[in-house]
């Protein structure tokens, strides 16, 4: 009879602790579902939310670039130790760029884009005295791209750059644009875009 309470007992110490392994095992698993889900619905640029963010960002910049067009508007630059006079147009419009979403091996910066848009550059020559630039009405015009990257950090785009490239370089004779004949000290297309223009005009879009 001892021994037979000895077996009742065993058992039913077993089937608690089965039953407890079973228990522990659902929890376990229905944790983990839930993590998941939360893991797969934060993702920054997975709805696409994000994405439709950069490109009103692009095509509002360039709105604002557009109406700052024109010889009227043209900026005095200085990169020391020159001067020199620039406004640039795109042409095609503020929906007109490609844009390229990559994702990165990086937790601060998971993401990074590339947008390239048609531009067209109009500045003067070079000058070592900032009368002479200011007089200068006669522009140059490259016609290239410009591209612009930004990273996704903090849960929004930053421009990380820009650089513009001429395929041609054309002035404006008898009424019309010509390639330009002779070699003339411009300031070099590839440079970043004027810092204080982009910061007004980033800030204009961006409020920062």
Same mark, same amino acid.
């Given at each position: 009879?001892?021994?037979?309470m000895t077996i009742d007992r065993i058992t039913t110490f077993a089937l =608690?602790? #089965?039953?407890?392994?079973?228990?522990?095992?659902?929890?376990?698993t229905g944790?983990? &579902?839930r993590e998941e889900v939360q893991t797969d619905s934060s993702g920054p640029v997975a709805s696409g939310d994000q994405e439709a963010r950069l490109r009103g960002m692009v095509s509002e910049y360039i709105k604002?670039?557009?109406? =700052?067009? #024109?010889?009227?508007?043209?900026?005095?630059?200085?990169?020391?130790?020159?001067?020199? &006079?620039?406004y640039s147009v795109y042409p095609e419009g503020p929906d007109a760029y490609t844009l390229e979403i990559q994702e990165k091996e990086s937790q601060?910066?998971?993401?990074?884009a590339v947008v390239k848009i048609d531009k067209q550059r109009f500045a003067t020559k070079m000058y070592r005295k900032?009368?002479?630039?200011v007089s200068d009405n006669n522009f140059l015009r490259d016609t290239g791209s410009e591209t612009i990257t930004?990273?996704?950090?903090?849960?929004?785009?930053?421009?990380?750059?820009?650089?513009?490239?001429?395929q041609k370089t054309e002035e404006y004779v008898n009424g019309e644009w010509v390639p330009a004949k002779e070699e003339v000290e411009q300031a070099v297309a590839a440079e970043e875009q004027d810092s204080?223009?982009?910061?007004?005009?980033?800030?204009?879009?961006?409020?920062?």
């Open positions: 009879m001892f021994f037979a =608690s602790l #089965g039953l407890c392994a079973i228990i522990a095992s659902c929890s376990s944790g983990g &579902k604002i670039s557009g109406q =700052s067009g #024109g010889e009227g508007h043209a900026k005095l630059i200085e990169r020391k130790p020159y001067f020199y &006079k620039e601060t910066a998971p993401y990074s900032r009368d002479d630039a930004f990273e996704f950090r903090n849960g929004r785009w930053w421009r990380a750059g820009s650089l513009f490239v001429a204080s223009w982009w910061d007004r005009a980033w800030y204009s879009i961006t409020g920062r």
